[in-house]
């Protein structure tokens, strides 16, 4: 099994829809968690951190189920500038030792 | 503007030679890292380093190798002895903050392409 996964998608869906994307991690000793995105062909860029109660960011949010060891992103009103792949990142252990999951690709039409 | 740089964007190498990545940062950070990336998958550690002076293997050392002389450098070589090095790598670096939660800043990233 896979230390991060994510579903790659693509998850197509019209400009205004609301989009969730779950990733689940193996550690339970997880300490940190991300979500980045990434542009095609350019590196990542951090969207959020997500904390152990939920965070929203606009109409990014963010939440971490411990017991059962997902993390979500939920993407409410979708614009064409949304789309990219969303990468979920867990900090292991230790020391900033951060792994990535493979992406999740968000394709937002007219 | 602070920020971190690779260098080139590009490159081309013939199989059996050796090639360095740049990765300067000015943003006073501690830790410096590098990642590969192939399509399909999620980044992939290669080397890190916390400190001047020092450094840590990751997930997939092998055929790579790295040297931090200065804060603000972290030069990756692509070895011969490298069996897949066609990928886009990615330089990164963090200032550790209290429990670990200290995200990553990327630099833009050198696609390499071995013929």
Redesign the interface.
């Known amino acids: 099994r896979k230390e ?1 996964e994510q579903d ?1 998608g693509p998850f197509n869906v019209p400009e205004g829809a609301t989009v969730a994307f779950n990733c689940t991690y193996s550690n339970s000793a997880s ?2 968690f ?1 979500w980045y995105r990434q542009d095609c ?6 969207l959020m ?1 997500v904390y152990s109660s939920g965070n929203e960011d606009g109409r990014f949010t963010a939440q971490l189920n411990r017991a059962s060891q997902y993390i979500s992103l939920l993407i409410r009103d979708s614009k064409l500038s949304d789309s990219a792949t969303y ?1 979920c990142v867990v ?1 292991l252990s ?10 999740t690709r968000l394709a937002v039409h007219p | 503007d602070g920020g971190i740089t690779q260098s080139p964007k590009y490159l081309f190498r013939k199989e059996g030679q050796n090639v360095t990545l740049s990765c300067e940062q000015n943003l006073n950070h501690d ?1 410096m890292y590098w ?1 590969r990336q192939d399509p ?6 290669i080397y ?1 380093s ?1 400190i001047v002076n020092d450094f840590q293997k ?1 997930d997939i050392a092998e055929g790579y190798s790295v040297s931090r002389e200065k804060k603000e450098s972290f030069p990756l070589t692509v070895t011969s002895a490298q069996k897949n090095p066609t990928a ?1 790598y ?1 330089c990164a670096s ?1 200032t ?1 903050r209290t ?11 050198t ?1 390499l392409t071995v013929t």
Do not use: C, D, M
């Open positions: 991060v790659p300490q940190s991300f062909r350019k590196e990542p860029k951090l951190s990468l900090n230790g020391y900033n030792k951060l792994i990535f999951g493979a992406g | 830790a990642y399909g998958q999620g980044l992939r550690l890190y916390q990751g886009f990615l963090s550790p429990g670990n939660n200290s995200p990553l800043h990327f630099g833009n990233g696609r």
